[in-house]
Every structure is written in structure tokens, then in C-alpha cells.
């Protein structure tokens, strides 16, 4: 028998017709480009939204075609992406930090009908020229404001006032693809993770939940994170879920700037990547100040560092989230959030409790395997990979028909974990061949290959290095060519002149030779172990 409820789609444009009619007078206050503070309510953003959506139709978008982003996250890029997926086309959020040749095989992949973008990145825009083809290009800002350009650009706000507010957004299927964003974690091209309506509303719904963000109408959050890395997490769909004043700080990412945002707009809470904290801290340490509202901060997308969760709860009284999660995850995958017994622990077990990634919320399920797959128990002390399912979990990549990731109905994640008897995850390791640098992974593969080129190399092997401000850097270990006299500035610069400058490793040793394993591969684990601080000195 079947249950006699009403069956509405999950749509992300249901989450701005709440917004507007629950929250509309609740302010979004936005960092431009421009340099100054723009403000408006959920209402204007319905309104605009609706209006920029007739205009995407206008310019000949139809649904499921990519809509492609390079910005910052401000009002124009949140209306984006409700007037984008709300339509029924894809938000595709290209991250401006790629490579050039990255982002021109994003673009193709993604084939983008229009790409849409902050003043900061034209210079971006007019490198890719040659492979922009027919794609409409919008630069995000005012008739004033407009660059001259070899390019042929429309004007956002022109595009947006041309148009009535008279734009019905389509009941779609839920299932049907809403955003899109590549990640670049894995080896081989980025590769693009495709989110649907239904798993974007589940996970705001999940990621909104007491026991994970904790997100409510009297929140002010800024979302430093940004809005090209797997949807701000979500952020702009859950704060339109739930009615919270957001705060977005557009390219001011620094210490003092958002110092200032968060004091100035009363921010209760903030989520990002522990670099930016590091910023944040030692400005509000430089000038001996604490925060007056903000009471809680999520820190994922790499492992918090003890100090900095200690600095935040200790001397700011600011309660530290550690949270986990993967742009195949939506990307919320488990959050530290203690169990009854553990808020009378003593303070010493808690912090080292908060340095784990946490547990998963309801919608996540996790588990972690041996080399076999073979299940582990959750006893904290065997590591194994982490596999993961769930209702906004990647089922494959996009346009990668006939290469599955999954395996038994399981995500592997690429980090290494253990679980403990309360289902807290920890990450002890990662199997992944990647590094993560300030939140942003390099290929160590591509870093090899390009090393190998040089006439002087023999092999090259680069690892993760800690690293005390961007957390991990490019190390490379290289066996020389018999009789050749390279050096560490010459194979440096060979490499800076072939990839995104901050890819070019931070140093080079060079080695009689590198380990191997049986079958051969360079035994990389080992070479972490024993290289893991060669950057901490100095
Ligand atoms: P991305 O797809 O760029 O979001 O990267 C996901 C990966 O970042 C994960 O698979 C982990 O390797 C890493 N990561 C994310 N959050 C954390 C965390 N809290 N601690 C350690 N590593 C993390």
C-alpha cells in the first residue's frame, strides 16, 4: 500500500521560494569586487534570481546545458546559482586557482554555453580566448564597471534589468542534474562530480542539523570557503534552508579583512580551510582582540591543527567543528560533534576528541577496509580506507560512462582512517597521490612527470611535506642523471616555467635513490614518513 502524502520534487529552487517567503527581510551583506559592501535581502535575491534566470533563457541556455562561474563568493555568484540550477540548467564553478590548461579542458569537458565572471579573473577569461569558441561571456559587474576587452562581453547587471520579474522556475525532476564542480584530488584530468536537486536539498537538510553545522535563523555565517569549492559546502543552500543573514566576503580573504567582516556583521558563525584561519588568528592576536559574536567556526577540507583549535577555543572561546567531507561528498561526510557523555569529559580529552574528523551525520554511512576490503573493526586503532555511501554521494563521474569508482556499492575515498567505538573517524593517512596545499590539491604525478623531463633527472618523486602555513607542500626527491650537475634553483625553475607557480615544489633533495616495493613502485608512504618535517625547519 502507498502512503497518501503529498509528493513535492526536492528543488533547489524550492530553497529560495522559502527563503523569500519565511526569511525575506533577512539581509545578505557581500564583499565586492568593486571594493565596497553591498547589502539586500533574501527578497532581492528571489527577484533578481528570477530575473537573471529569463535572462540565461534569453541568451539560449536550455536545461541541463552548463552555465559556467569564475568568482568569488558575492551576490551576483549566489544568484547564479539559484537562478542557474533553479532553471533547470547546470552551475558549473570553475576554480580560477587551476592552471590555464586545466581550466581549458574543465571548460570543453563541461562544454559551458556561457561562462560568467568576476572583474578579477578577465585576465583568466581572455587566456582561455582560444578555446571560448561560441560561449557567451558575462563579466559580473555594471555598465560602468565594464573592462575594455579584446573579448566580446555582455554585462551582468544589463542582462539582469532587461528582464521583467515574471520567471516561473520549473517544477524539474529532482533527480535531474543541478550543479557541477571538478575535483582535481584525484590523479589523471580533473574530473567532474555532478550533483542533482534532491541530493543538494538532502545535504543542506543533513548539513544544517544540530549534531553537524548547527545552522538556524539566528546564525550570521560567513562562508569563507569558497563558492568554487564544492558549493561553498553547501553553505548558500542551507542558509536559504534555514534563514541565516549570510556574510560573503568576496576576494578579502586576509586576516584583517575578515576580522573586520566578522565583527562588523555580527558573524556567528564562519566555515573554511585552515589556512585562512591562520590569517584570521594571528591578525586578531596582532592586535590583542577577541570576536564579539562569533561563537562557533568549521574547519575542514584538511586536518585542524591542534594549536589553532586550541587558539580558538581556549583564548577566543570560539567552539571549533572539524569536519570531513570530499567534493564527491557533497561534501559533508562527518562532523566532531561530542555524544552526551563527552561534554563532561575533561578539557584535555575533549581537544584531542576535536582533533578527529567526527562522526557521520544521518544520510552518510562510512566503514573502513583492509588491501582485501575486508571490514575493520571500529576499535581506533586499525586503519584502513575509507569507504563511503550515502544518499549525496558521487555514483561516478561525469561523461566517464564505463569507469566506475564504486566498488560493492561503496565510495573509496583515498584517505586512510580509523573509527573509534563512538563512530568518531580519524584520517591518519591518504593513499591518494595528491597534495593539499592551503585547501587546494596539486598532482604529484604531473609534478614528476615535468621533472622528468629535464635532460639531468633520472627519477623524480614528489611527496606531501607538512607545512606550518599552508599545511602541506610539494617536496621533490630526485635521483640525478649520472655525471649531470643539476641543481635545486635550475630544476625549480625548469618546473615553475611548466605549471601554476604555487605548484612548483618548495624544495629539492637529491637522493642516491628512492625505495621501491615488490612489484616495483616507489614505496611513497615510506619517503612521507621520513621526509614528513623537511619543511618544518626554519
Ligand atoms: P576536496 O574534494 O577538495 O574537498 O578534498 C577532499 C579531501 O580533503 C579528503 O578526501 C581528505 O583527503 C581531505 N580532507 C578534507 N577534510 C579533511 C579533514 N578535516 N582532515 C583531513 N583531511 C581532510
Redesign the pocket.
Known amino acids: 500500500m502507498q502512503g497518501l502524502m503529498m509528493q513535492q520534487p526536492l528543488l533547489v529552487s524550492a530553497l529560495l521560494e522559502h527563503a523569500e517567503r519565511h526569511h525575506g527581510e533577512r539581509e545578505i551583506v557581500s564583499r565586492r569586487v568593486e571594493g565596497d559592501l553591498h547589502r539586500y535581502s533574501y527578497r532581492d535575491l528571489a527577484r533578481r534570481s528570477r530575473q537573471l534566470a529569463a535572462a540565461l533563457q534569453a541568451l539560449g541556455v536550455g536545461q541541463g546545458e552548463c552555465v559556467g562561474t569564475l568568482a568569488w563568493n558575492g551576490h551576483r555568484h549566489l544568484e547564479l546559482y539559484y537562478a542557474v540550477s533553479g532553471s533547470g540548467a547546470v552551475l558549473h564553478t570553475l576554480n580560477p586557482r587551476l592552471h590555464t590548461d586545466q581550466l581549458a579542458y574543465i571548460l570543453q569537458h563541461a562544454d559551458d554555453r556561457v561562462l560568467c565572471f568576476d572583474l578579477s579573473f578577465l585576465a583568466i577569461v581572455e587566456a582561455l580566448a582560444p578555446v571560448l569558441g561560441g560561449r557567451r561571456l558575462v563579466a559580473m559587474c555594471d555598465r560602468a564597471s565594464m573592462p575594455p576587452s579584446v573579448l566580446e562581453l555582455l554585462c551582468f547587471e544589463e542582462l539582469v534589468d532587461a528582464q521583467p520579474d515574471g520567471f516561473e522556475w520549473p517544477r524539474l525532476d529532482e533527480h535531474a542534474a543541478s550543479s557541477l564542480c571538478y575535483?582535481?584530488?584525484t590523479t589523471g584530468h580533473p574530473k567532474g562530480?555532478l550533483y542533482s536537486h534532491r541530493s543538494t536539498v538532502l545535504h543542506s537538510l543533513a548539513a544544517a542539523l544540530p549534531d553537524a553545522l548547527n545552522l538556524s535563523a539566528r546564525d550570521a555565517l560567513l562562508p569563507v570557503v569558497p563558492m568554487f569549492?564544492?558549493n561553498a559546502w553547501g553553505l548558500p543552500y542551507a542558509a536559504c534552508m534555514v534563514g541565516a543573514k549570510l556574510v560573503l566576503p568576496g576576494p578579502a580573504l586576509d586576516g584583517k579583512s575578515l576580522y573586520t567582516l566578522i565583527e562588523s556583521e555580527g558573524v556567528t558563525l564562519s566555515a573554511g580551510v585552515p589556512t585562512v584561519w591562520q590569517g584570521l588568528l594571528s591578525h586578531a592576536r596582532d592586535i590583542g582582540a577577541g570576536f564579539s559574536a562569533m561563537r562557533r567556526t568549521v574547519?575542514?577540507?584538511?586536518?585542524?591543527p591542534a594549536a589553532m583549535l586550541e587558539a580558538f577555543e581556549a583564548t577566543h572561546g570560539v567552539q571549533v567543528l572539524?569536519?570531513?567531507?570530499?567534493?564527491?561528498?557533497s561534501?559533508v561526510?562527518?562532523v566532531c560533534s561530542f555524544k552526551p557523555r563527552q561534554y563532561s569529559l575533561p578539557t584535555l580529552e575533549q581537544r584531542a576528541l576535536q582533533l578527529k574528523?567526527?562522526r557521520s551525520p544521518f544520510g552518510i554511512d562510512m566503514k573502513i577496509v583492509d588491501a582485501d576490503g575486508r571490514e575493520l573493526p571500529w576499535n581506533a586503532k586499525a586503519a584502513g580506507e575509507?569507504m563511503v555511501r550515502g544518499h549525496w554521494v558521487a555514483n561516478g563521474y561525469f561523461r566517464a560512462e564505463g569507469s566506475s569508482p564504486i566498488v560493492d556499492g561503496w565510495f573509496p575515498?583515498?584517505?586512510i582512517a580509523t573509527i573509534d567505538a563512538d563512530g568518531f573517524m580519524q584520517?591518519t593517512d591518504?593513499s591518494?597521490d595528491?597534495i593539499?596545499s592551503g585547501?587546494?590539491?596539486i598532482s604529484s604525478i604531473e609534478i614528476e612527470s615535468i621533472a622528468s623531463l629535464h635532460p639531468g633527472v633520472a627519477s623524480a618523486v614528489c611527496i606531501a611535506a607538512r607545512h606550518p602555513k599552508w599545511d602541506e607542500r610539494p617536496l621533490l626527491l630526485v635521483v640525478r642523471k649520472s655525471g649531470a650537475e643539476l641543481g635545486e634553483g635550475e630544476l625549480l625553475d625548469f618546473i615553475a616555467s611548466r605549471v601554476a607557480r604555487w605548484w612548483t615544489p618548495d624544495a629539492v633533495r637529491f637522493v642516491e635513490s628512492v625505495p621501491l616495493g615488490a612489484t616495483g613502485k616507489v614505496l611513497k608512504a615510506q619517503l612521507r614518513e621520513q621526509y614528513r618535517d623537511a619543511l618544518m625547519q626554519g
Open positions: 575535483t582535481s584530488g562530480v569549492h564544492v574547519i575542514g577540507g584538511a586536518a585542524c572539524h569536519a570531513w567531507g570530499m567534493t564527491e561528498l561534501p561526510g562527518a574528523q567526527g575509507l575515498t583515498g584517505d584520517i591518504r591518494k595528491v593539499k585547501g587546494e590539491w
